[in-house]
């Protein structure tokens, strides 16, 4: 078994023009940011994106939008990126927004091997058009179909050469469940250790979804809102 | 009338010892602010946390700890931490047991509209469909008309919808309000509002049963 890549480059080598994609994070938290890179240098163009957010101008899956990667975004929540709005009124970008639980859970039916879900989000709403509606007891359900993605990139705090890995606080968000539901799963980590070294107990998500992993590097983890409480001025009355 | 920390003050008067409630962004947030003391209830962020703290002190911002409006904040005693699809799952589930939500429209069958206005960019619903078609009980503090002093409180959502039938409550700057068979049933008038004013700023089907007691908000 030889999950391990040298790098980012390497580890997206592969992915062709027109590919469909499923790229972990929520905001610019626990985002793939060293694959997302790669993707910027290596050209790559006409993806379909299956994010929950669309990053912002300069930073995330923006810089795939800056650079018109990206054909389709299919995500919950796009507003904090001006560029993305330009683009998807000037008819350059197709979008699909979908409930945020619809989109992890569709992820997570992959990884389950169940072809689709029935939920109730979105019912006499416009995301209910087309579907197919049915009663459980006294209330209707959507049937949403599990996503297919030839790749899914992920982040992780640690994983090991098996591929196993272990999310840190909420940068977890979809990150387990997109590792699920990709054909073949890239997993970017903060700390790559050898097989062994991490409690069984503690792995979040089991290698065998894994298909290649690699040691990131350069981290920016960029916030998107930062609040804080002030520290009283202990001198001040 | 009531301000916005004045409706987040009331909503507060809601919460019970032991709720798990999800406040979504705006005045909903504030009603964390006004948690009555002695009384322990979990603040859920869908992004995957159960026990949601204050913002960190200045220097103490962690970049994997943000909540669903991605804020910085901090863990409590307690929290725990979960994917996506759990976080969703528990909600579905009707494990949450109250939501506060904000909205541009609310009909008087309980339909809520707060995630698109036509001609304007979209940003997209986020977790809001899912929140409003699957909680216990559903909360939404709002102004109760528009610039134009057009009612909200509408007989029909004018706006895409975000749910249906899903709204058991409402609270305005105006006064609080149930929602039955029956439509919007006015239970208390804001400080120094009167009902004929709330009857006047209702469009949608109002009923008001004997006095109407003014809130209080402690």
């Not at chain 1, 469909?20 to 938290?29: A, D, E, I, K, R």
């Not at chain 1, 091997?113 to 197919?132: H, N, Q, R």
């Amino acid at each position: 078994m030889n999950k391990v890549y040298p790098d980012a480059r390497m580890a997206t080598a592969d992915i062709p023009h027109g590919a469909t994609l499923m790229l972990g994070g929520f905001g610019l938290c626990g985002i793939p940011e060293n694959c997302i890179s790669a993707l910027v240098d290596s050209g790559v163009r006409d993806l379909t994106c299956i994010s929950n957010n669309a990053g912002v101008d300069d930073f995330g899956i923006g810089l795939l939008l800056q650079r018109r990667q990206v054909r389709k975004m299919i995500s919950s929540y796009v507003g904090e990126n001006a560029e993305f709005e330009r683009q998807l009124l000037s008819g350059e970008l197709e979008v699909e927004l979908i409930p945020q639980g619809t989109l992890a859970t569709r992820c997570l039916a992959t990884g389950y091997g169940m072809p689709a879900i029935y939920t109730p989000a979105g019912v006499g709403t416009e995301v209910a058009e087309g579907k197919e509606v049915r009663r459980f007891g006294d209330k209707d359900y959507l049937l949403e179909i599990a996503f297919q993605a030839d790749f899914a990139l992920v982040k992780a705090w640690k994983g090991d050469t098996h591929g196993n890995l272990i999310f840190r606080a909420t940068s977890r968000n979809l990150n387990p469940l997109m590792a699920m539901g990709g054909n073949i799963t890239i997993a970017e980590v903060e700390e790559l250790l050898p097989a062994g070294s991490i409690d069984p107990n503690q792995i979040h998500t089991p290698g065998i979804y894994v298909h290649r992993i690699f040691q990131g590097s350069g981290y920016e983890k960029r916030i998107e809102q930062r609040t804080v409480r002030k520290r009283q001025d202990t001198n001040s009355t | 009338m009531l301000d916005k920390h004045g409706i987040a003050r009331r909503i507060a008067r809601q919460l019970r010892d032991g709720y798990y409630v999800n406040l979504g962004i705006g005045i909903p947030t504030l009603v964390a602010n006004y948690i009555p003391e002695g009384m322990q209830v979990v603040l859920q962020s869908e992004n995957g946390l159960l026990g949601m703290g204050p913002f960190p002190w200045e220097g103490e911002e962690d970049p994997d700890l943000i909540n669903a409006g991605k804020q910085t904040i901090t863990t409590l005693p307690g929290s725990s931490f979960f994917d996506s699809a759990l976080s969703f799952g528990m909600i579905r589930a009707g494990k949450v047991d109250l939501t506060v939500l904000g909205a541009m429209e609310v009909s008087d069958r309980g339909d809520i509209a707060n995630w698109k206005i036509p001609g304007k960019m979209v940003k997209g619903m986020g977790g809001a469909m899912d929140l409003v078609a699957s909680a216990r009980n559903i909360i939404v503090a709002m102004q109760h008309t528009n610039k134009a002093g057009e009612s909200k409180l509408l007989p029909e959502c004018t706006l895409p919808l975000t749910g249906q039938s899903c709204v058991k409550q409402v609270v305005s700057e105006l006064g609080f309000f149930d929602i039955d068979p029956r439509g919007f049933v006015l239970r208390e008038r804001a400080p120094g509002v009167s009902v004929e004013e709330i009857v006047t700023k209702t469009a949608g089907r109002l009923v008001v049963e004997g006095e109407i007691p003014e809130m209080h908000l402690d």
